[in-house]
């Protein structure tokens, strides 16, 4: 494996060049992608609608929130523009 910078790794990134021979891939990791407990109080009703979307999709319901949010903080981002 070769080694260059953080400033190079990062521009050759940045630039969209193969940055493969730099990174060792057996040890890898992306932060922020562990999971954490949330705890959240909803009323029973809702609790029944995101039980029967989630089996309707074929999902568990945490997963279903999982991406529900993720779309919503996504949509809420402002762009790189403004």
């Keep these: 494996m070769k080694t260059i910078s953080a400033e190079e790794f990062d521009r050759k990134f940045d630039a969209g060049e193969d940055i493969s021979e730099y990174v060792d891939w057996s040890t890898a990791t992306r932060p922020n992608l562990e999971p954490v407990e949330l705890t959240v109080t909803i009323m029973r009703g809702t609790k029944l609608r995101l039980e029967r979307?989630?089996?309707?999709?074929?999902v568990s319901v945490d997963s279903l929130l999982e991406e529900w949010l993720r779309e919503?903080?996504?949509a809420a981002r402002p762009s790189a523009a403004e």
Excluded: E, R
């Design 53 to 58: 979307q989630a089996k309707q999709l074929g």
């Design 72 to 74: 919503k903080l996504d």
